[in-house]
């Protein structure tokens, strides 16, 4: 079945980087939009960005728009958001999503992975 597993989480101070990984499994790759969302303790699952199939069209929140970078590889089917100038507000549980193309919502959730940023 299709599968969903995030890594790259961890704890870094503000101003730092770190490159999340989502690795895909049981699915085409390239016929799904993937997606990053997040959620912060006490709030609202929020979007980050997504990135279609081919990879030529990426939307952002304006939360992170500048700062964070979405990619794909669909030769490993893997997914990568890579957050530059981290602020502790980027504190969340990130997560993974992938959504069928024609598809309104995304479909399938990965566990998701802790990102703390100090101050």
């Known amino acids: 079945q299709l599968q969903l597993v995030e890594s790259g989480g961890g704890l870094v101070q503000a101003g730092a980087f770190l490159r999340l990984s989502c690795a895909a499994s049981g699915l085409t790759f390239g016929d799904y939009r993937m997606g990053w969302f997040r959620q912060a303790l006490g709030k609202e699952r929020e979007f980050v960005g997504s990135i279609i199939g081919g990879g030529a069209l990426i939307s952002y929140a304006d939360s992170v728009k500048g700062r964070f970078t979405i990619s794909r590889d669909n030769a490993k089917n893997t997914v990568f958001l890579k957050m530059n100038s981290l602020k502790p507000e980027d504190t969340a549980v990130y997560y993974c999503?992938?959504?069928?193309?024609?598809?309104?919502?995304?479909?399938?959730w990965g566990p998701g992975t802790q990102v703390t940023v100090s101050s």
């Open positions: 999503a992938a959504r069928r193309i024609g598809r309104i919502e995304f479909e399938y």
